[in-house]
C-alpha cells in the first residue's frame, strides 16, 4: 500500500517501524509527515511505501520499485539500520537507476565510512523537507551541491553540500527570529486520507536544522504552531483520551520556553495525556508538580550512567513520585540510561538510585532502557558498568518477547494464521548440524524479513570469559552470547539480513532450553520434548516449564493420542491436564480443513546433509541449492497429486480434514485416511484445544481453568440437550461457535467475532439442541419435559433464543420447523 500517487517523477519514503524486538512493519513516522506536507505544498510528489506483512527481501525491493520514483529515501533510526543497510544493497542490485537517501536523525551524524558498508548515495544532514525536494529538483551530477547533503560521489572531497552556510530564504527566516520548525507545512491539517495511521506523536523541537543556526541545529514550533497542532491531533485521534509524546520537549535548554509549552499543554481545552522526556535534573518538587497540573501522564527520565552528589534528587522530590504512583491517575515514570563515554565516573550513585526507584515502586524495571549520549553512536551497545547490571539482574523479571514466542509455537505445531504466511519463509528449522557449512545467504532467498532460524541442536558456547549485560538499538536487554554473535557477523558479511537466530539447548534427557537470540533471560524459557504416551506418566512433574511439546513419533504415541480425541467425542471432556496445557508438535496434521499451511512453506527443516523438508520428520522437497519457487513447485505437485490419488475432492470428511499430504515414516495415506474417518470429530477436538489455549492467554475468563470442571458441548455429546431426543445430524450451529461450560456455568464464543457470552442453562439448552440437529418441535418438547413450561411460552422462549443467536452469528441457518 502506499500514500500518495506518483507518476516516476518524485520521491519514495520508506519507514520501517519496529513493532516487537527484531521485527517490522513498513509505516509512517511524523517526520515523513513533515516532507510529505512539504511536497504536497510545493507541487511535488512523495509517497509512502507502507506493508504491515513483509515478504523477503527480493519482493520488497521489487514493490518499492515498482513504485516507479528514482530516489528512494530510508528514514533510518538505530533500530532499523541494519534493515536499511541490507534494503539499500539490494534496491542498488536489483535496479540500478535507483537512487537510495538516508535521512533522519541517525542519518544527519553518521561519518562517511557508511559509504564503505552499503550502496547509499548520499546521506541528509539537515532540514530534510527542503533538502530532499532539491534533490529531487537537481540532476544526480548536481547533487554534491546540494546544501545539506553528503553524496557518494564526492567521498573524499569537500562537497559542496557541506557547506554550513544558511540557504537565502532560511537565513531570512532565521534573522527575523522565525521559528524554523514554523515555516513547514502543518501535517495534521489535511485529514482527507484515511489510510494514514493515527499519529499519537507532536513535534515542539527536533534536531534537524543547520548546525550552524543560532540554535545549533535546533528546531522549534512556536506555542502558538504547537496548540494548533494539538487541538488537530486530537480532532483526528481515534482515541477518547490520547497521549501524546511532545516530542523534543528535552532539547529545550531554556527554561522560559519550556514553559511556554509548558503553558501549551496546561491550557489545552481539550481531553488529551502526554508524555514528556526530560533530564534527570528537572526531576525536582516543584517541576514533577508542574508537569502534573499540566496533565502530564508519563515521563521518562535520562539518567547519567554516573550521576554526581549534587544531581542525586532531593528527597522530596522522590517522596513525591512515591506518592504519584499511589493516586487514582498516576503519572507513571521510566528512565533512559545515558552513556556518555566516560567510563570513569562512578556509577554507585547511579545504582543506588535506580534501585530505590525500583523498590519503592516509582518505577519498574522493565522499563529501564539504555542508549548512547551520542547520536552518531545511538547503533552501540551500552554496556552496563558492574553495579548497575548487579541492579538490574536483582530486579528483572522474566518478561519474554510475547511475539517470537508465539512464533516459535507456530514453528514446533505447524500453526500459521492465514495473515502470517505468503511471500516467504517465516522459519528455518536446522534439526541436527550441517556437514559442510553453508554460507548464512543460502537462507536469504527462503525467508521473510521478519524470520528466523532455529537450531534443534546444541548451539550454545560454554563461555571461558565472563558474560556481560547490555542494552542496544534492539530495545531489550541482552547478555553476550558468542554463538549469536558469530551468526550475525557471518550474515553482516554475507549481506544476509539475520531477523532472529534462536537456539534450542538440550540440558538433559527430555529437557530443553530456548535462548531468544542473544536477548538476556533472567530465568530461562524451559522446554520439555516428549513422546505423546509418556505424557500421562509425568503429568505432575513441571518443574518451572514454560512449555511442554508433545511429539507423535510412534505408533504407540499415536495410540494414545487416538484415545484422548475419542473420549473427548463421546464424554466432551478431558482426561488429561496435559491435552490443554501442552503443545502437540505438528498439530497442523491432526487439524480442520484450513490447517495446512504447507503449500505456502511458512517453514522449512535443512538436515546434515543440505537436505529441505516442507514439515518435520517427512521427505525431502529439494536441497538448499533450489530456489524458492521450486521448492514451492515440489510441494504443490505433491500435495495435489496425494489429494487426488486419495480421492480428497469426493470424501464425506472433506470439509473437515487437513489432508496432509506429508505424512511421517509410520504412516502412510491410507492409514491416515482411515483415521480422520474413524475419528472423524478430530477437528473439533484440535480447535477446542487452540481456542482454550488462546482464551487463556488472553482472557481474564479461563483464571484456574482445570480439566476436571470443563465440558464442551459437541453434536455427539449434549450436557443439557437429551441426546436421545435429537433430530437429524445437519448442525444448525455455525462451525465457528463453541459451547462450553466451566463448572454449570456455560458460556459460548463465536471465533468471527471473539464475543465470549454466558448463557442461561435453557439457552445452553436450546443451542445444543440446535448443535444436534433438533427440529423446533423437538426443541419444545425438551423446554416443557425440563423446566414444565406451557407450549406457548416454549415457543417464545425459543423464537427469542433464535433471534439471539441469528443476531450474534451463531446459527448458520434458522431452525427447521418439524
Known amino acids: 500500500m502506499v500514500l500518495g500517487l506518483s507518476f516516476g517523477n518524485g520521491i519514495t519514503l520508506i519507514h520501517f517501524e519496529q513493532q516487537k524486538p527484531r521485527l517490522f512493519t ?53 533500530s532499523n539500520y541494519r534493515l536499511c543497510k541490507r534494503l539499500t544493497s539490494t534496491l542498488k542490485e536489483q535496479e540500478g537507476r535507483n537512487r537510495v537517501i538516508w535521512f533522519g536523525n541517525l542519518a544527519a551524524v553518521l561519518g562517511e565510512e557508511v559509504f564503505g558498508e552499503t550502496e547509499v548515495d548520499g546521506l541528509v544532514r539537515w532540514s530534510p523537507e527542503r533538502t530532499l525536494s532539491r534533490l529531487v529538483n537537481t540532476e544526480v551530477e548536481g547533487w554534491s551541491a546540494v546544501n545539506g547533503f553528503t553524496s557518494r560521489t564526492m567521498l573524499g572531497r569537500k562537497p559542496g553540500g557541506d557547506s554550513l552556510a544558511l540557504p537565502a530564504e532560511e537565513e531570512a527566516a532565521a534573522a527575523a527570529g522565525v521559528m524554523e520548525l514554523d515555516e513547514l507545512t502543518g501535517v495534521w491539517e489535511d485529514t482527507s486520507d484515511r489510510r494514514q495511521a493515527a499519529m499519537l506523536s507532536v513535534k515542539c523541537a527536533d534536531q534537524l536544522g543547520n548546525p550552524q543556526h543560532v540554535a545549533q541545529g535546533i528546531r522549534r514550533h512556536s506555542p502558538e504552531r504547537l496548540q494548533r497542532d494539538l487541538e488537530l491531533a486530537v480532532r483526528t485521534s481515534r482515541q477518547m483520551a490520547p497521549v501524546f509524546t511532545i516530542e523534543g520537549f528535552d532539547l529545550i535548554r531554556d527554561e522560559a520556553q519550556r514553559e511556554q509549552i509548558l503553558e501549551v499543554l496546561e491550557e489545552a481545552e481539550f481531553k488529551a495525556g502526554y508524555k514528556l522526556t526530560v533530564p534527570l ?29 549534587d544531581a542525586f534528587p532531593k528527597e522530596e522530590a522522590i ?182 537466530a534462536h537456539q534450542v539447548v538440550q540440558t538433559e534427557g527430555t529437557e530443553y532450553i530456548l535462548q531468544l537470540n542473544d536477548f ?21 512433574d513441571k518443574n518451572n516449564l514454560e512449555f511442554q511439546m508433545l511429539r507423535i513419533t510412534t505408533i504407540e504415541d499415536l495410540e494414545a493420542y487416538l484415545e ?74 505433491v500435495s495435489d497429486r496425494e489429494q487426488l490419488v486419495r480421492g480428497c475432492a469426493t470424501c464425506e470428511i472433506n470439509a473437515s480434514c487437513t489432508k496432509c499430504s506429508f505424512l511421517p515414516a509410520y504412516m502412510n495415506r491410507q492409514q491416515y485416511c482411515n483415521i480422520r474417518k474413524k475419528h472423524n470429530t478430530m477437528h473439533l477436538y484440535m480447535q477446542t484445544i487452540e481456542l482454550l489455549k ?33 433430530g437429524n445430524v ?22 468471527a467475532s471473539q464475543k465470549l457470552l454466558k448463557l442461561s442453562e435453557p439457552m445452553a439448552l436450546l443451542l445444543e439442541g440446535m448443535m444436534a440437529g433438533a427440529n423446533r418441535f423437538e426443541l419444545k418438547q425438551a423446554l416443557r419435559d425440563r423446566y414444565q413450561v406451557e407450549e406457548e411460552q416454549a415457543d417464545h422462549i425459543i423464537s427469542q433464543a433464535t433471534d439471539l443467536f441469528m443476531r450474534e452469528g451463531c446459527l448458520k441457518h434458522p431452525v427447521a420447523v418439524s
Open 564 to 637: 484422548d480425541v475419542d473420549h473427548f467425542s463421546r464424554t466432551g471432556t478431558f482426561r488429561h491436564g496435559y491435552e490443554i496445557q501442552s503443545y502437540l508438535v505438528d498439530s497442523c496434521r491432526w487439524s480442520g480443513a484450513q490447517g495446512c499451511t504447507v503449500k505456502q512453506l511458512p517453514r522449512l527443516f535443512v538436515d546434515g546433509n543440505q537436505a529441505v523438508s516442507g514439515c518435520r520428520g517427512c521427505g525431502a522437497i529439494g536441497t538448499l541449492d533450489d530456489s524458492m519457487d521450486r521448492l514451492l513447485l515440489q510441494t504443490a505437485v
Open 694 to 726: 488462546g482464551l487463556n492467554k488472553y482472557s481474564q475468563a479461563l483464571d484456574g481453568l482445570s480439566v476436571d470442571n470443563f465440558r464442551v458441548s459437541l453434536p455427539t455429546c449434549t450436557h443439557k440437550y437429551p441426546y436421545e431426543r435429537r
Open 520 to 540: 538476556l533471560q533472567v530465568e530461562p524459557i524451559h522446554i520439555r520434548q516428549m513422546g505423546y504416551s509418556e505424557a500421562a506418566t509425568r503429568e505432575q
Open 26 to 78: 513498513a509505516g509512517d513516522h511524523l517526520d515523513c509527515r513533515y516532507i510529505r506536507a512539504f511536497f504536497k505544498r510545493q507541487g511535488m510528489t512523495a509517497t509512502q511505501y507502507i506493508e504491515p506483512n513483509l515478504s523477503n527481501i527480493y519482493d520488497t525491493t521489487a514493490d518499492i520499485a515498482a513504485m516507479g520514483n528514482e530516489i528512494i529515501a530510508l528514514h533510518v533510526t538505530p
Open 730 to 751: 445437519h448442525s444448525a450451529v455455525a462451525d465457528t461457535v463453541f459451547l462450553f461450560f466451566i463448572g454449570e456455568t456455560p458460556t459460548v464464543y463465536q471465533t
Open 319 to 500: 517522596n513525591y513520585m512515591i506518592w504519584q504512583r499511589q493516586t487514582s491517575q498516576p503519572m507513571t515514570f521510566s528512565v533512559t540510561l545515558t552513556d556518555d563515554g566516560n567510563r570513569e565516573e562512578d556509577p554507585s550513585l547511579t545504582a543506588e538510585l535506580l534501585h530505590r526507584w525500583i523498590t519503592e515502586g516509582v518505577i519498574e524495571a522493565v522499563s529501564v532502557r539504555a542508549e548512547p549520549m551520542d547520536r552518531a553512536k545511538a547503533i552501540q551497545p551500552v554496556i552496563l558498568p558492574e553495579a548497575l547490571a548487579a541492579v538490574m539482574l536483582e530486579h528483572l523479571t522474566t518478561e519474554q518477547p510475547r511475539a517470537l514466542l508465539n512464533e516459535y509455537t507456530a514453528y514446533m505445531t505447524g500453526y500459521y494464521p492465514q495473515q502470517a504466511i505468503g511471500g516467504g519463509v517465516k522459519h528455518i528449522g536446522l534439526t541436527e548440524p550441517l556437514e559442510e557449512e553453508v554460507p548464512s545467504n543460502y537462507f536469504g532467498e527462503y525467508t521473510v524479513l521478519n524470520s528466523a532460524l532455529i537450531y534443534e541442536y546444541n548451539q550454545v558456547y560454554r563461555e571461558d570469559k565472563p558474560s556481560y549485560i547490555y542494552y542496544d538499538s534492539d530495545g531489550v536487554w541482552k547478555r553476550s552470547n558468542r554463538r549469536f554473535e558469530e551468526l550475525s557477523e557471518a550474515a553482516d558479511k554475507e549481506e544476509y539480513y539475520l531477523s532472529n
Open 281 to 309: 535534573e528537572a526531576c525536582t518538587y516543584s517541576m514533577l508538580e508542574r508537569f502534573k497540573q499540566c496533565g502530564v501522564e508519563q515521563l521518562q527520565i535520562k539518567v547519567p550512567l554516573g550521576i554526581t552528589p
